[in-house]
């Protein structure tokens, strides 16, 4: 073999049964014509490939094999940060052309390729294809081991790894192991805090492109998709079939290890982690551990202070949308969600839901360690604290821990003089409701607690 050196190859072939070359390329190799293969070579590669179902071409930084070597020198491109594509009319560059051409229609404005299902538009007719199969029900990806498919290569490819347990991608800060390179790429944004998904009407950006999407919708307020049954709308048909199942009862994600069964993956994916008992993301700051990355996300923002949900009529923030919605139906004063029982309103479903609870006497979630059940999963959550006795919430000013936020909240109250609950009648103020609950009767004259070996009461 020719000794490596300038304008020879640095790949090592190893010869295999077949003839084939298993070709190792390094990040040092990949900005050399990457792109510059011939269509000829192209396609023989494309069915050479076809007929063995080989992957001769190794990625030695990751482990990703593929069986064209344009694959492998364009995957290398994550490893070394080159972006050879560059926009002419803004600083955006790209890895891939395809990427380059979609962000430039976003100048333009262009979404030529349209369904005559639904109206959706989009800027590549690969996109529109692959949007028709949510009309057609194709799914033209097939499982060999079950008898799974799917409407996208990609899901295929996840799916695949449940069968072999793989999962070669691991992120170096906190130990996440996950079978796609994609999806590692997402998740490491969430150490480096890079959000490249940039809203051109504000200055709002996101780590995911799905959220950049549903955050464009509050400007232009379209919500295409509505549910025939209660009038729900949303910017996206994966919300509205995610909605549906509402009406259906449809629960589709199933458990394996026992009977249970959710309408949601998410949902799905926290229950199996009580089977494992693992809790893999972590919190830096304090010791606080949960099954799901977006939960860990949300719980730094308790350290951090961050509130990026902002409502467009007072000054309010929040740290999680679902409070901001709660907050918006306080100014249209709107509380469509009533109880048959007892006439209570609210304005959400989902508190309705939980709220019918108190006159059924349903307990669904279930302690593993004793007899105890709980109305509400917060309830539960509390609860299993006391077997391990573990306090993660601390107070920074005077040590003080609890187990649950809640109170660490209401105990900071104490340091910064807070006292948000005030008496209409005299001007009183609490750091805690049941403060001013008890400093109400003072007022009303009504004395709740009986004696039971007298018969006075007392405030």
């Known amino acids: 073999m ?81 972006k050879p594509y560059k926009c002419d009319q803004c600083d955006y560059s790209a890895s891939r052309k395809r990427n380059l051409d979609i962000h430039v229609a976003k100048h333009t404005g262009d979404k030529p390729f349209m369904c005559g299902e639904c109206g959706y538009r989009t800027t590549q007719k690969y996109d529109l294809s692959i949007h028709m199969r949510t009309h057609t029900g194709e799914k033209p990806y097939k499982c060999d081991q079950c008898d799974y498919s799917a409407a996208q290569k990609s899901l295929l490819d996840h799916h695949l790894a449940k069968h072999s347990g793989d999962k070669p991608f691991m992120c170096g800060e906190c130990g996440y192991r996950t079978t796609l390179m994609s999806t590692l790429s997402t998740h490491m944004r969430t150490h480096t805090g890079e959000k490249p998904y940039k809203c051109d009407q504000c200055d709002y950006s996101a780590a995911q492109k799905h959220h950049l999407d549903i955050h464009l919708a509050k400007h232009t307020g379209d ?46 994916d926290i229950h199996l982690a009580k089977h494992t008992g693992d809790k893999p993301f972590m919190c830096g700051e304090c010791e606080y551990r949960t099954t799901q990355e977006c939960d860990l996300s949300k719980h730094m923002r308790t350290h951090t202070g961050e509130k990026p949900y902002k409502c467009d009529q007072c000054d309010y923030s929040a740290a999680q949308k ?113 403060a001013l609950s008890k400093h109400m009767r003072t007022h009303t004259s009504k004395a709740p607690y009986n004696c039971v070996r007298h018969d006075n009461t007392v405030v």
């Open 2 to 82: 020719a000794e490596a050196g300038y304008g020879s190859p640095t790949d090592v072939p190893l010869k295999l049964g077949d003839g084939y070359p298993v070709e190792v390329l390094s990040d040092r190799d990949a900005g050399n014509g990457g792109d510059k293969q011939t269509a000829s070579e192209n396609s023989l590669e494309c069915q050479q490939g076809a007929h063995t179902d080989e992957k001769p071409y190794l990625c030695v930084d990751c482990g990703y094999r593929t069986s064209r070597k344009s694959n492998l020198f364009q995957h290398m491109r994550i490893h070394t940060g080159e």
């Open 322 to 434: 679902s409070t901001l919605d709660s907050h918006l139906a306080t100014h249209s004063g709107k509380k469509p969600y009533m109880c048959g029982e007892c006439g209570y309103r609210t304005t959400e479903k989902r508190y309705l839901s939980r709220h019918i609870r108190i006159h059924t006497g349903e307990k669904p979630y279930k302690c593993d360690r004793c007899d105890y059940s709980a109305a509400q999963k917060s309830t539960l959550d509390r609860h299993l604290l006391k077997h391990s006795s573990e306090k993660p919430y601390l107070c920074e000013e005077c040590g003080y821990r609890t187990a649950d936020r809640r109170c660490l909240y209401r105990h900071k109250r104490i340091h910064i003089g807070e006292k948000p609950y005030v008496c209409v009648e005299c001007g009183y103020r609490a750091t805690q409701k049941s």
């Open 223 to 268: 919500k295409p998709f509505m549910c025939g049954e209660c009038g729900y709308r949303t910017t996206q048909k994966y919300d509205l079939s995610r909605h549906m199942r509402i009406h259906t009862g449809e629960k589709p994600y199933k458990c394996d290890q026992c009977d249970y069964s959710a309408a949601r993956k998410h949902h799905f």
